[in-house]
């Protein structure tokens, strides 16, 4: 069975072809805004989470050192802390901050039983 | 700067949280451009059409995305029965639940559109009217349970996508108020 090549339209007339190059047009367009929008979508997770996870080790060395340079603190208490800086942040530790009251204990019931 | 400890599941699960709901945004106003016939130069109806496709089955994707490193992570004690069945959820149960709502409705419009040659376009315009839905349904979940609701940026951009959406809706319910019906062949015969 032989190969089936492209079938090309051939403008019959002057409106014909502008319809074909209308629609040429359509399709590059269709293309270049399929590229962008799957691009910048993957693009765009991938970027958020690199954003958040440089945000919570951030996050995490700032109170690491202020805990460990705090004036007055006991050696156990500088080694539990380069302890914590050592743990991975927990996930939403920067929202647990910030969250309602509301919803605080049961962020850090889960936080618990992640630990534990 | 990363350690290798570092959650990457978790923030994956944020990130694509986030860019769901502005596929979700996309696909509703392409949809609504689509039927409001919405063209212009260089921009013909098939355009909208195939675009509205795309963006439909990418936020399908990633949705699908966010639903199993949501759960593959373990932070929140959400399983597989929860991620479907509404309101089933340990955690969090109603903003879970309103996530499961949103993710049931994205799979039967999915389903029935592309199964729409078989079922008949009555019932894939049915269903398809759940996709106004849908939107505030998910929409309402990353508000009510997104762990990064609280920063700027975030909210900046779910303004954004809730102007475009209502916007939009507005504006294809005020020009367009029902969808016009093509004229069948018994009625065309009789004018």
């Known amino acids: ?116 | 700067m990363f350690s290798a400890s570092t959650p990457w599941v978790w923030y994956f699960s944020r990130g694509t949280g986030i860019v769901s709901i502005v596929l979700l945004t996309v696909s509703v106003a392409l949809g609504i451009a689509q039927v409001t016939r919405l063209e212009a130069r260089g921009w013909p109806r098939f355009v909208t059409s195939q675009l509205h496709k795309t963006a439909s089955l990418t936020a399908v994707v990633f949705i699908a995305a966010h639903v199993v490193s949501v759960i593959a992570d373990g932070y929140v004690n959400v399983r597989w029965g929860a991620a479907v069945i509404p309101f089933s959820s340990s955690y969090q149960p109603f903003w879970v639940g309103l996530g499961a709502v949103a993710t049931d409705l994205l799979i039967a419009l999915t389903v029935t559109s592309l199964l729409r040659q078989h079922i008949g376009a009555r019932l894939w315009r049915t269903v398809h009217w759940t996709a106004y839905a849908c939107w505030p349904v998910a929409f309402t979940h990353g508000l009510g349970i997104g762990t990064d609701t609280s920063l700027l940026w975030v909210r900046a951009l779910s303004a954004t996508c809730a102007l475009a959406v209502v916007g939009a809706a507005a504006w294809r319910f005020t020009t367009f108020p029902a969808t016009p019906r093509r004229p069948t062949v018994a009625a065309a015969g009789r004018r």
């Open chain 1, 1 to 116: 069975m032989a190969p089936r090549t492209p079938r090309t339209k051939q403008p019959q007339n002057a409106a014909h072809a502008a319809a074909l190059a209308r629609r040429e047009q359509g399709n590059r367009t269709l293309r270049t805004a399929t590229r962008w929008l799957i691009g910048g979508s993957v693009a765009g997770a991938l970027a958020l989470t690199g954003l958040f996870a440089s945000q919570a080790t951030a996050t995490t060395s700032t109170a690491g050192a202020a805990s460990a340079q705090a004036p007055g603190s006991s050696a156990a208490a500088t080694g539990s802390a380069g302890a914590q800086a050592a743990t991975p942040p927990a996930p939403n530790r920067s929202a647990a901050a910030s969250a309602s009251a509301s919803a605080a204990p049961q962020r850090r019931a889960v936080t618990r039983s992640r630990a534990s």
